[in-house]
C-alpha cells in the first residue's frame, strides 16, 4: 500500500453515508448500519412470534408453527437442515442467538423469504462436504442427554430414512430391515453411523462386489453385508 501523501487536505466535502477506512479496517456507512438494524428487528420479531414467551426460546411447540407457516411437516428433512444451518444445539428447540445465526446467513427476516429459501438450503446441504457435516450434525443434534453418545436403533431407523431415504433408498430399505430384525446392536455409534453413509456411497449395490470384509469397516456393517448376500443367494 502506497504511503500517504503529506500534501494539504482537500476541502472537498465527504459524503456521510460514504465508507470510510480507518486503522481496524472499513467502518459501515449510516445506509448499511441502517439495512442491517432493520433486518435484526425483522428476525427479532419473526423470533418472537413463535417463541415461549416464558421460556424465550422457540420449543417443539413453536416449531411445529414454524412448519405450519411454512406449509411442510415437522419431520421434512429441511426442518433437519434448517437447525443445522442455525448450529442449534438442543433437539427441538432454537434460541434467539442461533435464529439469528441461521437466518443471517439464508439472508431472511420474513417468514415469505424462509419459505422462498428451503431449496436453495436444501441444494446447499447435498453438495459433498457440506453432506458430510450435516450427516454428522444429524446424529449429534439427537442425543437429547447429557454425555449421551449412543442412539437407539428405533431413532437410527428413523433418522436413516429421512436423511439418506431419498438417495439410497434401496440400501437404506434393507439397512432399515436388518437393524428391526437383529439381536445384537440395540445402539449406534457415531463411528457406525459415518459408515453407514461411506457403505451407501462406496459399495455398488446390490451385488457389493467391491465390499471387503478385511477392510476396517464397522463389524455391524460387516453382519449386515452376511445377511444381505445370505437373503440374496
Partial sequence: MPPRSASKPSKKRSNPDSVTSSATGPVPSASSKKKASKEVDGTDKLFD????????????????????????????IRILMLAWRMKAERQGYFTKGEWRIGLKALKVDTIGKLKKALPELEKEVREPLNFRDFYAYAFQYCLTEDKQKFL???TICQLLDMVLGSTFRAQVDYLIDYLKIQKDYKVISMDQWR???RFCNEIS?????????????PSILDDFFEWLREKQA
Fill in 205 to 217: 449395490f446390490p451385488d457389493m462386489t467391491n465390499y471387503n470384509l478385511e477392510l476396517a469397516w
Fill in 152 to 154: 437407539d436403533t428405533e
Fill in 49 to 76: 412470534k413463535y417463541a415461549n414467551a416464558s421460556s424465550g426460546v422457540i420449543d417443539p411447540e413453536g416449531i411445529e408453527k414454524l412448519c405450519s407457516s411454512l406449509e411442510v411437516p415437522h419431520t421434512d
Fill in 195 to 197: 459408515g453407514f453413509c
